[in-house]
């Protein structure tokens, strides 16, 4: 099973890549803000001061030749770093910044006169380009991921201390000082030297020189590699950053191998003014990097947003979040009691999907959503919480459209049993009227008719009584054969609506005509829905269009959905009137439950038309098998 | 005369055994799910001379499998029965015999009465309240006769 770490337990290191796990989410600090514009002040502040000590330092001729290069190589490192620290995610690449251009500032004091602050100003030199280095390593969030980049780090550390300060303290002069230390003779003497012992101190320089071009060379390969290993989305926010880096750690090499070889040869210098340059231009191009970066983040987290709003359902939701993270092994999973993980559609996660996967939770998602995925992508904090960020919340929309969709499903699947509940009960109280009450009223007047026969000759008071109790038979035959065609027409059972609909008018108040004989037949409950939606539009006329109206009741049917018009020309009303909404309730009742609709438009004086309609989606499905009788 | 009484393999129906009708006599088979109404129609048909009630049964069905065997003049059939309606009966009726006579009654109104029974060869419809002695027998014999 997945043995990955959580993504939210910081300092853990991933098994599988030997890379750290991610650290506690990053949340900014209000305090950040003021720190890193304190520091920026501070370097600033260090810059200049260093600045004009360099500027009135040996070189009297030209004194802003020096310091002003440097001044600005100190300003930018320090914009830049400021910059970065204003974000929580490159806050800490920001302060590696910080300490760089504060060593470059330091830097400045070789253009010294005074001897201590010229030995400070060249002891520093080698210690901010290795910084650079470091910052190069750890872009863009400040911190070496990989243990050959620290492996890498440590040898340049070690090389500076056990190799170059023995080279510093064995001569009276700093052999190789770069282009901008050109003060030969005027030089300062280097006042930790202990002894003279030139030839030594050569040959230790050289040699950290030859380790330091290795080292360059190596931090060129890392992060060559780490690019290419990295998951694609950080891929492309690196790629402006190591490209500087590559660049930078390459020309420091170059020069690195010249100092060793032909310390003083053109060429020597000539690298070592391209050194100068770089270490000018890399600061803006880890300004680059980072706003690159900062748009490809910004790019994947509304293209993440516009696919997860949108995703119908837990398949897409997934290949949204993979898409954008370019992971199309990732997956969806919970965990279960047991700790075996299962995907959205509760299958189990195999191993051999997972081996060498990582897994990590989506915070603040109520049902613990985790997501499976390439570990590669932990190494791209930024983006990965983003998306974790904004996948807890599409995630939670997306669960919250699932469960109201399904209520409103619920709720009209609910409708639509309530109204073929009520219909079938309608029915089932019309047969037992029929098969019960009717049938026995029915036989009783059959059996006075044949006493009628059998008393006629004898009794004329038992004939008349006879003739009295039928026409009061006859009655009430009448009055339950209407209750039950109002309850449930027979007609409608046997004919379809349009013939149930035209019984019903011969029996209204006021005239009514139905069109409509080829609609064909239809389920039984839509044909019930049909029917007593236009009876209720119709009795609404007979109650409300006053008398001489007329009524005409239209039905017609394509291929989307049956379709009714009952209108008069009658009084009509004004359709603000909650009054008049009543019928139209009861007809939307009707109709709803099966995905249609209904409308009303009634003007003073100019009649009332109720029309609606059903799907016929619903209406091409099979009438019920259930026997049929007619009539 | 010799009647003896045998009940259909259902159990539903009675066939009417050794029933030689005299001349003139209109034989009828009652087909009705309403027990009470069938009692009703064999008491006012046995009560007239020249009317015979030669068979009953509850449903179309039935009555279409016992056609053959009692060859009714005329069959008084409910048109609204749960197994085989009067009018899906008539027809299966009319198509083993051409001279099959079907008189079809119901509790409703005349337009309550479905389209399809006036196609199906029915002899007549006849509102179930509307029979008494003085319409349905003149109807029988209409109907026996124009076979």
């Known amino acids: 099973m997945v043995e990955a770490e959580n993504m939210r337990v910081g300092g853990t290191e991933d098994r599988d890549t030997g890379l750290p796990g991610v650290s506690a989410p990053i949340r900014y600090q209000f305090l950040d803000r003021w720190v890193s514009v304190v520091a920026g002040g501070c370097v600033l502040t260090v810059a200049l001061v260093v600045g004009v000590t360099a500027a009135v330092g040996w070189d009297r001729d030209h004194p802003w030749q020096a310091a002003t290069p440097r001044l600005a190589h100190v300003a930018v490192f320090g914009f830049v770093a400021v910059w970065a620290m204003q974000r929580p995610a490159t806050a800490r690449f920001g302060r590696v910044l910080l300490v760089v251009g504060l060593l470059f500032a330091v830097t400045s004091l070789s253009g010294s006169s005074n001897p201590w602050l010229y030995t400070i100003g060249r002891l520093v030199v080698p210690l901010a380009e290795v910084g650079l280095i470091y910052a190069a390593l750890a872009f863009p969030y400040g911190r070496l991921v990989l243990r050959r980049d620290r492996l890498l780090m440590a040898t340049l550390a070690c090389a500076v201390v056990v190799l170059w300060t023995p080279a510093v303290v064995l001569n009276h002069e700093f052999l190789v000082g770069g282009p901008l230390v050109q003060c030969g003779d005027r030089c300062p003497a280097n006042v930790l030297a202990v002894s003279q012992q030139t030839t030594v101190a050569s040959g230790l320089s050289s040699l950290v020189f030859l380790v330091l071009f290795g080292c360059l060379l190596g931090a060129a390969g890392s992060l060559v590699k780490r690019y290419r290993d990295t998951s694609p989305v950080l891929r492309r926010r690196l ?393 | 005369m010799h009647r003896s009484a045998g009940r259909h393999p259902t159990g539903h129906c009675t066939i009417i055994q050794g029933v030689k009708p005299a001349a003139r006599t209109v034989t009828v088979m009652v087909v009705d799910d309403n027990k009470e109404f069938r009692d009703a129609m064999r008491d006012l048909l046995e009560g007239e001379p020249g009317f015979r009630v030669v068979a009953e049964a509850v449903s179309g069905r039935q009555a279409v499998d016992m056609y053959a065997r009692t060859s009714p003049d005329v069959v008084v059939m409910d048109i609204r029965m749960t197994e085989l309606d009067g009018i899906e009966a008539t027809r299966q009726l009319r198509r083993k015999d051409p001279q099959a006579s079907v008189v079809l009654v119901t509790v409703g109104t005349l337009q309550d009465i479905p389209e399809a029974a006036r196609e199906c060869g029915a002899a007549a419809v006849l509102g179930k309240p509307e029979i008494k002695s003085s319409n349905l027998f003149p109807l029988l014999r209409r109907v026996q006769r124009d076979r």
């Not at chain 1, 051999?352 to 897994?359: E, F, H, I, P, Y």
């Not at chain 1, 001489?548 to 039905?555: E, F, K, P, S, T």
């Not at chain 1, 995905?595 to 438009?601: E, L, R, T």
Request: glycine share 8%; aromatic share 4%; with cysteine.
């Open chain 1, 239 to 631: 790629l402006v950053g190591t490209c500087a880096g590559v660049a930078y750690s390459t020309v420091l090499a170059s020069y690195a191998a010249l100092a060793a070889l032909i310390p003083h040869a053109q060429a020597t210098t000539a690298i070592g003014w391209l050194v100068i340059a770089a270490n000018l231009v890399i600061p803006i191009a880890f300004l680059v990097a980072l706003l690159h970066g900062r748009l490809i983040a910004r790019g994947v987290l509304l293209s993440l947003l516009r696919e997860l709003m949108v995703a119908p359902d837990a398949v897409a939701f997934r290949m949204a979040i993979a898409d954008v993270l370019e992971d199309p092994t990732l997956r969806l999973a919970h965990r279960q009691p047991d700790g075996e993980l299962i995907d959205l559609q509760g299958r189990p996660l195999i191993e051999r999907t997972n081996a060498g996967r990582a897994v990590s939770e989506v915070p603040g998602t109520a049902d613990g959503l985790l997501l499976v995925h390439d570990p590669a992508l932990r190494n791209d904090p930024e983006v990965f919480e983003a998306v974790c960020d904004a996948a807890a919340v599409a995630y939670d929309q997306h669960r919250q459209r699932l469960r109201v969709k399904a209520l409103v499903e619920d709720l009209r699947s609910s409708r639509e049993r309530l109204a073929v509940a009520r219909d079938t009960e309608r029915r089932r109280f019309e047969r037992d009227l029929h098969d019960g009450a009717q049938q026995g009223f029915v036989a009783a007047q059959v059996r006075l008719g044949i006493a009628r026969t059998r008393v006629s000759d004898e009794s004329a008071g038992a004939e008349s009584a006879l003739d009295e109790a039928s026409v009061q038979l006859d009655h009430a035959i009448g009055q339950l054969r209407d209750l039950a065609h109002g309850i449930y027409p027979a007609a409608l059972e046997s004919d379809g609506v349009a013939v149930a609909l035209r019984v019903a008018a011969s029996s209204a108040a006021l005239r009514t005509g139905v069109n409509g004989a080829d609609v064909g037949r239809f389920p039984r409950e839509i044909e019930a829905a049909v029917y007593f939606s236009c009876l209720e539009a119709m009795q609404n006329a007979d109650k409300h269009a006053g008398s001489g109206a007329h009524v005409n009741v239209a039905l017609t049917r394509d291929a989307h959905a049956v379709r009714f018009a009952v209108t008069d020309d009658g009084k009509g009303f004004d359709p603000d009137d909650v009054a008049g909404r009543g019928g139209l309730l009861n007809i939307r009742d009707r109709l709803e439950p099966f995905g249609g609709a209904a409308s009303i438009n009634s003007t003073r004086g100019g009649g009332t038309a109720v029309t609606g309609w059903v799907p016929v989606q619903a209406a091409t499905a099979s009438r019920q098998d259930d026997p049929r009788a007619s009539a």
